[in-house]
């Protein structure tokens, strides 16, 4: 039972990157999906959520920059980072607080490995 993010990277300040998130093929069904990040010797801080309806949650630092959408079907959600600084170098990680496994039980708390971000000229 996982979470499986890519296309972190090395960008220049005011790029782009988009990063993909997939639930593994054990994972029935998810709600509530999201993103943190951690910045170096900083603690792990929430970026931006969405539920299964679509309903989002940005964090004030990154409004109007990034965007989070999903696919249901694919069991999939995406950050699509614009603008990008220096201090949004960080190690993403995909996260959700619950999901439902494919034989009926639910996991909590479950993360995804983490993808680096490096925004640097």
């Known amino acids: 039972v996982q979470l499986v993010e890519s296309g972190g990277g090395l960008v220049q300040p005011g790029g782009s990157l988009t990063l993909s998130c997939v639930a593994s093929?054990?994972?029935?069904?998810?709600?509530?999906m999201g993103w943190y990040r951690q910045i170096q010797g900083k603690e792990r801080e929430l970026v931006a959520t969405?539920?299964?309806?679509?309903?989002?949650n940005l964090a004030d630092s990154v409004k109007g920059r990034f965007t989070i959408s999903r696919d249901n079907a694919k069991k999939a959600i995406y950050l699509q980072m614009r603008s990008l600084k220096p201090e949004d170098t960080a190690v993403y990680y995909c996260?959700?607080?619950?999901?439902?496994?494919?034989?009926?039980?639910?996991?909590?708390?479950?993360w995804g490995q983490g993808t680096l971000v490096s925004v640097s000229s």
């Open positions: 996260y959700s607080p619950n999901v439902r496994t494919t034989w009926g039980d639910r996991r909590f708390e479950v």
């Open positions: 969405i539920d299964s309806s679509g309903s989002t």
């Open positions: 093929e054990n994972i029935f069904s998810v709600n509530v």
